[in-house]
């Protein structure tokens, strides 16, 4: 809740965060980078992680966040290009694209997430999963051809879902995957 006043949250605010962040909160310490733009304590948390997969996963985190200020973690970031899931490859090299900028050897392995999650023997229960790969694509305004099968599936395939799985009121996932891809669509036409 802090984090989402930014610098409206006041000392008090950021001295409660700092305190949490210096106490290996890895939330905090992101919450307060947003607060008072600091992001020392996030890379901190992240260098002091008790196992090498904790802080490689830490880093993919921070990077995403804290974007060129989360430099010095690339190397751990660079490393979870190699983990055996999808979506965590994914999640790097859209980690790796925010600091960098880098779109050459970033946009593939994201294209990849969505083009493999997305082939016609697997069915599809909604768009959960593509969501990140979707915004990452969109912020690069880059669709590379592996992925545009995919995102045309998203796009265009019928209506699956009514309501949010919350039964909140809020708009389902699979909607929100939808407007991404008619959105990533129009971009790269």
Do not use: N
């Amino acid at each position: 809740m802090l984090a989402a006043l930014g610098p409206a949250a006041g000392p008090g605010g950021a001295r409660a965060l700092r305190v949490r962040a210096e106490a290996g909160d890895l939330a905090a310490a992101l919450a307060l980078a947003r607060v008072t733009g600091e992001e020392r304590p996030a890379l901190e948390v992240v260098q002091v992680l008790p196992d090498a997969l904790s802080r490689r996963t830490a880093a993919v985190e921070v990077a995403a966040e804290l974007g060129p200020r989360a430099a010095q973690l690339l190397p751990l970031v660079e490393e979870r290009l190699k983990a055996p899931g999808l979506e965590s490859r994914a999640d790097a090299a859209a980690a790796i694209w925010r600091v960098t900028g880098r779109t050459h050897d970033t946009a593939p392995v994201v294209a990849d997430q969505l083009a493999r999650r997305s082939h016609a023997d697997r069915p599809y229960f909604g768009h959960q999963p593509h969501l990140g790969a979707l915004r990452a694509l969109t912020a690069m305004r880059l669709l590379p051809a592996a992925a545009r099968a995919a995102v045309e599936h998203i796009a265009f395939s019928p209506r699956r879902v009514v309501s949010s799985p919350l039964c909140d009121a809020t708009p389902h996932p699979d909607l929100e995957a939808r407007e991404l891809a008619c959105g990533l669509l129009a971009l790269t036409r």
